[in-house]
């Protein structure tokens, strides 16, 4: 009995994975030709083939499908600033992981091209790293809570618009370009965090 019930839990959850995957690839695929301000459920639903019923026992809404996405595109950048915050481990400029994730898939560059949900990706990646990263300048630095804030704002829509702009111009040389903005962002924070011009201010390591 207690197998059955398992098989019938796996089958379940399969079942259940297949569709929430053919939910987000229908979501994707309308990306192509339709702005998503412009998507309803009713044409999500005529193209992945399922009811309303169907489609609202796995999300919300559309904007839970959206957030679905989302989080499936960020989980593996866990490396976009760490480079950053330690320079002198990282001599070799280097895109991350997320960067080249959207120019390498046309799915993510549906996404960071949509001016809809551009603004969602940066409110997503604030909330994954802001925190670390302001707590990290504040405490290398004699930088106020505002000012690395907005250093951080700074970095996170400037990197954001320079992403949207080579995708537009479909850039043949964008690992270049993020490369020289690489040594741009490091040369700057290491102003605050090496050059700061404080002789008797303890560093990390440093014996006072």
């Known amino acids: 009995m207690n197998r059955d019930k398992q098989k019938k839990t796996t ?3 399969l079942r259940t994975r297949s569709t929430r995957n053919t939910i987000r690839s229908a979501l994707l695929a309308l990306l192509e030709h ?5 998507i309803t459920v009713t044409a999500l639903c005529r193209l992945a083939r399922i009811n309303r019923g169907t489609f609202y026992l796995h999300y919300y809404d559309l904007e839970d499908v959206l957030d679905d996405i989302l989080e499936e595109m960020l989980q593996n950048t866990a490396g976009v600033f760490s480079y ?3 320079p002198e481990k990282s001599r070799e400029c ?13 799915r993510y560059r549906l996404l960071f091209l949509d001016p809809s949900i551009s603004p969602k990706i940066l409110k997503k990646l604030s909330a994954l790293y802001k925190e670390s990263y302001v707590t990290y300048l ?5 930088l106020t809570f505002q000012e690395a804030e907005a250093i951080f704002s700074f970095q996170m829509n ?11 111009n479909h850039c043949p040389d964008w690992q ?3 490369r020289v903005l690489d040594g741009f962002i490091r040369a700057g924070l290491e102003h605050y965090l090496i050059h700061d011009q404080r002789d008797d201010y303890p560093w990390p390591g440093q014996k006072i």
């Open 176 to 178: 270049q370009i993020q």
């Open 94 to 106: 280097r895109a991350c992981a997320l960067c080249a994730s959207v120019h390498q898939d046309v």
């Open 11 to 13: 089958k379940n959850t």
């Open 158 to 168: 400037g990197c954001l618009a320079v992403n949207r702009m080579m995708l537009e």
């Open 34 to 38: 339709t702005p998503y301000s412009g």
């Open 138 to 142: 504040m405490s290398h630095s004699l």
């Open 84 to 86: 950053l915050f330690h």
